[in-house]
């Protein structure tokens, strides 16, 4: 079974532009997760989408965006990119939730590493 | 707030030694902890979490509500095990998003 895919694998972009960042799911998950890892902070949450709806968000600011599409896959949108936005950006997806309480597993993609200059 | 501590930054222990990762956590409700782990050139992905209590590979973790720990142990080390290891923590509330430490660096020494 194929993982959760992401491309581009890296993305080269100079401050101001617009940078656009892809993410497929697993087969058969509906929720698509998207965490920024730049170094020295650590895996943040950025944002979370489910059956096409943004359903949590973290504290980023509103020129990181995203969607999510009909097939659940998903984009991530950062504009006016800023220096300090050069990081490795994380999808993941899960299941979507039971009802139980209990958090799906997310399982992780390779990433896209992003630099500004 | 929700937050997670991995005290140390790298970790480094003989084959066949213990090994313990530390993980604090500071979270108001019911929390929901992980371990995820990612190897030299491939992806993050799910080691153990709190509610399954399965021994993986061999590591072990225990939550522990009066210290707010969730620390990682397993009692010999191999050398496959270097990797970064990283603590998170969820809320039970449907937010369903991950709150991660930094990670801690285990290298482990033949």
């Known amino acids: 079974e194929a993982g959760v895919t992401q491309s581009p694998t890296h993305l080269i972009k100079t401050r101001g532009q617009q940078a656009t960042l892809r993410c497929s799911p697993i087969?058969?998950?509906?929720?698509v997760y998207w965490y920024q890892q730049a170094l020295g902070l650590g895996l943040q949450f950025l944002l979370w989408?489910?059956?096409?709806?943004?359903?949590n968000r973290g504290n980023f600011p509103p020129r990181f965006s995203g969607r999510q599409f009909p097939n659940y896959s998903s984009e991530l949108n950062v504009n006016a990119l800023e220096l300090e936005d050069s990081a490795l950006y994380l999808c993941a997806s899960s299941l979507e939730g039971s009802g139980t309480g209990y958090q799906e597993t997310q399982y992780f993609g390779p990433g896209t590493r992003l630099l500004v200059l | 707030a929700q937050r997670v501590t991995q005290p140390e930054k790298l970790l480094s222990v003989f084959k066949g030694a213990p090994v313990e990762l530390k993980c604090n956590y500071s979270y108001s409700g019911s929390p929901e902890l992980f371990w995820y782990v990612q190897y030299s050139r491939q992806r993050l992905q799910l080691l153990l979490r709190?509610?399954s209590r399965e021994s993986i590979k061999g590591f072990t973790a225990d939550l522990n509500k009066g210290e707010t720990s969730f620390h990682l142990k397993k009692p010999f080390a191999q050398e496959e095990d270097s990797a970064m290891y990283y603590c998170?923590?969820?809320?039970?509330?449907?937010?369903?998003?991950?709150?991660f430490g930094k990670g801690t660096k285990l290298t482990v020494n033949p």
């Open positions: 989408y489910d059956e096409g709806e943004e359903r």
């Open positions: 087969s058969g998950h509906t929720s």
């Open positions: 998170a923590l969820s809320s039970r509330r449907g937010s369903e998003k991950l709150v």
């Open positions: 709190h509610i």
